[in-house]
């Protein structure tokens, strides 16, 4: 047979098999199915250009369960968080980490962990993550503040007080991406020998947001070779972290450190796909963290009157712990006084919630029938993807009053942290999911809220803050929706300048 009658009879195969996954229709139990016109792209369009206004409008229609076609998979949202413990426990059905294996290979370039070929590798990666948890989180913690202040203190502190102290410009969201993602970097990776801060970060922050900005395009499996220098961009990213040179880093993280070793069991790993995986974890450390601290910091910059009911209960619990605050010299933050700071949990909650847009995915592994409650299930087919939209939830009036307002003590009850939040009456299990849920849960997120809380706190130590005047609020960019934090449309400038040391029994 000739090569061209070959590539036709192929054509036509899988024209086939296209026609046949588009032209699926409804069975009984299952729940509204909504596709598109085109065939295999079915709704990704609309659904890509924005995905919370889709899933609003679809639910007005069809109510919190429905399966929506959306490039070539079929995908079931439940919208109602009344119904996600039991798809959180289904952990017999549903599997989230095939899919994120896939993804991360692909968006990384390291090779698919399979079992077959690395056995071992993924439970040990697995377990790895407990290393940003419990007992880890002190040193993780600690080293991350002691970072924090020296990239604050060179870059944006040189002026002492008692100077002239003019105020400077400078955008948020920028001020925000250079202070946090190098020390995330220095805390998780370590520092080059002889130096406390690696050189050329300025490219490698450029080049991050570069490859960061086509992620959204990685996770959707578009061929590297479409997305431009994105392929020559990643190598570059990759190369910063060769074992051959982190062996020569002094102070990574112990997580860090657990996974050079578990990496080194695998003869079939290359250097590269070695240096990809630790790339990989630079992505999770900084990708969300950034865009979750510029809408803190954003929301405090706008709000100044939270800025300073927060800056008081810092002064007021560094007072009670004995410790006097001097802007020359480096302050110490435990864990045990950031937690005391209701306040400050409350609004980073308050900004998480509305900045949030993750998607939680699990794919089913067989035909089945999903229970919600009670005799309530519906039926779900294989290699469906079962997906939690957690946005939908943060913005529900029933449950946030005013939910687009934001509220700093909206998380703050007599005193203490509120978790009663209720829809038709009941109370909500899952009310904020910034990070996910069950197997999947984000591993960082202690961490990620403990780094976001001390940036917080050092800025408004040691900075007085003003927003620039002419400018319009901050919109949600709803561009990576899906991904987890959303992205500020435009950035926002502000003013910033040192402030005089606090009077009072904190001064020294
Ligand atoms: C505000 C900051 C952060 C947000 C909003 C966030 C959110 C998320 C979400 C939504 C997921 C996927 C969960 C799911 O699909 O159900 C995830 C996974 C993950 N995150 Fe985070 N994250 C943040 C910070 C961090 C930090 C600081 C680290 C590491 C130090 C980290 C490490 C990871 C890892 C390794 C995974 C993959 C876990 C797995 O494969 O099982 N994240 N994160």
């Excluded at 001020?175 to 080059?192: H, K, Q």
Aim: one cysteine or more; hydrophobic letters at 40%; glycine letters at 6%.
């Amino acid at each position: 047979m000739s090569a061209v009658l070959l590539l036709l009879l192929g054509l036509v195969s899988l024209l086939l098999l296209v026609l046949r996954r588009s032209s699926r229709t409804r069975r009984d139990g299952e729940p509204p199915l909504i596709k598109g016109w085109i065939p295999v792209v079915g709704k990704a369009l609309e659904f890509g250009q924005n995905s919370f206004k889709f899933l609003l409008e679809h639910q007005k229609k069809h109510g919190d369960i429905f399966t929506v076609q959306i490039a070539g998979k079929y995908m079931t949202f439940i919208l109602n968080p009344l119904l996600f413990p039991n798809i959180v426990k289904d952990g017999r059905h549903l599997d989230f980490h095939e899919f994120s294996y896939k993804v991360g290979s692909h968006a990384f370039g390291y090779p698919l962990m399979k079992p077959k070929e690395f056995p071992g590798l993924q439970e040990q990666v697995s377990r790895s993550f407990l290393l940003l948890q419990g007992d880890s989180l002190s040193p993780l913690t600690e080293s991350m503040l002691g970072n924090l202040q020296l990239v604050l203190r060179q870059d944006f502190l040189g002026q002492r007080p008692g100077e002239e102290c003019d105020w400077k410009s400078h955008s948020i969201y920028k001020f925000c991406n250079s202070v946090m993602f190098e020390a995330t970097l220095l805390t998780m990776y370590g520092r080059p020998p002889a130096a406390s801060r690696h050189s050329g970060m300025d490219v490698i922050m450029e080049n991050f947001v570069k490859y960061d900005t086509k992620f959204p395009l990685l996770v959707a499996q578009i061929p590297l070779w479409l997305l431009g220098q994105t392929k020559a961009i990643r190598e570059e990213l990759t190369r910063v972290f060769l074992p051959q040179k982190m062996t020569r880093w002094s102070n990574a993280s112990q997580f860090i450190r657990k996974r050079l070793e578990i990496f080194d069991q695998f003869d079939m790993l290359r250097d590269l796909d070695k240096a990809a995986h630790n790339f990989g974890i630079l992505w999770a450390s900084a990708a969300n963290t950034v865009p979750a601290t510029f809408w803190a910091l954003y929301h405090l910059v706008t709000h100044p009157e939270v800025a300073e009911v927060v800056r008081q209960e810092l002064l007021d619990v560094l007072s009670q712990s004995g410790v006097e605050f001097s802007s020359d010299r480096d302050v110490t933050l435990t864990r045990e006084q950031l937690d005391k700071l209701v306040y400050l949990d409350s609004a980073v909650k308050e900004s998480l919630r509305l900045s949030s847009a993750s998607m939680n995915v699990r794919v089913a592994m067989d035909d089945f029938s999903l229970r919600l409650e009670g005799e309530r299930s519906v039926a779900v087919r294989k290699g469906d993807v079962v997906t939690l939209f957690p946005q939908i939830t943060h913005m529900d009036p029933e449950i946030y009053e005013e939910p687009e307002t934001y509220r700093f003590d909206r998380f703050v009850q007599d005193g203490k942290e509120k978790k009663n939040f209720y829809k038709d009456g009941r109370k909500l299990k899952y009310y904020l999911m910034p990070f996910g849920s069950g197997s999947s849960k984000c591993p960082g997120r202690y961490f990620a809220v403990y780094e976001i809380k001390q940036f917080l706190c050092l800025v408004l130590l040691h900075l007085d803050l003003q927003l620039e005047e002419g400018q319009g609020g901050a919109a949600l960019d709803p561009g990576r929706a899906g991904l987890g934090i959303l992205w500020p449309s435009a950035d926002v400038r502000f003013r910033y300048r040192l402030r005089a040391v606090p009077p009072g029994p904190t001064a020294q």
